[in-house]
């Protein structure tokens, strides 16, 4: 669906099938995982919006989003968040590498799957260097991937980060789908907690990562109030003609 200047898909089964019909075709591509934060980030960025509609596919995770989605269109919509589809894409044999975040978190990943009874071996760790999202050495990273033929990449650098940094790199790729999925690994681990409270589809994970990190999350959050509702009243106009 093309909504608030992106296109977002609200039904579960297209995502999926989107993105596996990607991997079978051995084509490369990324995919945004959509929140309220990255929503807010492409009404005050053009360049950025233009790199999120870049993307084959796009999850909506926010439940915030789906809400106003379906007030203005109604039907079934749905959202699929970042640790959904790290926990189904992690469950498959298919080669996958993990960019980004650290050891630490990618180690409780491998003890999980563990835990669950899947062997880990489909699964690498590439760690980055701590630079600028301009500074990277995108072709020296995509031939240790094109070296190794990974059929998914995990970009785990929060936004707006991840996602520049994956329209930087799919030009050099021969083949993968990448998912900026954030700090996805460290909430399906339980490094960071889900909150266990919900009003209907509202799950509040805002309030939850507003105590884990308040400094960010409040200059984030202010964005995103000063930013939804003006998106929110431009898509009404554009659906009343």
Known sequence: ???????LEFNREELFSAIERRISECKAGYVCVCDSSVLSRTYNEPEYREIINGAFVNS?????IC????KLYGGKLESVNG????????HKSYRQVILGNTEAIVQMVRNKLHEEGVD???IVHMQLPFCRVEEFDYKGIAEEINRQGYDIIWVSLGNPKQEI?????????NKGVMFGIGAALNFWV???????????????????????????QIKMNWIVLKALPKLYMEEKKRVQG
């Not at 669906?1 to 296109?7: L, Y």
């Not at 809400?67 to 379906?70: D, K, L, N, R």
């Not at 959904?84 to 992690?90: K, L, N």
């Open 1 to 7: 669906m093309n909504i608030f200047n992106i296109h």
């Open 67 to 70: 809400t106003m989605a379906t």
């Open 83 to 90: 640790p959904e589809i790290f926990a189904r894409y992690t």
């Open 60 to 64: 909506c995770d926010g439940s915030s």
């Open 165 to 173: 940094f994956m329209s930087k790199l799919q030009p050099y790729l």
């Open 120 to 122: 880990d071996s489909h």
């Open 190 to 216: 339980g490094d960071l907690a889900l909150p266990k409270f919900h009003i209907g589809p509202m799950r509040f994970i805002w309030f939850t990562r507003l105590f884990q990190d308040p400094v960010r």
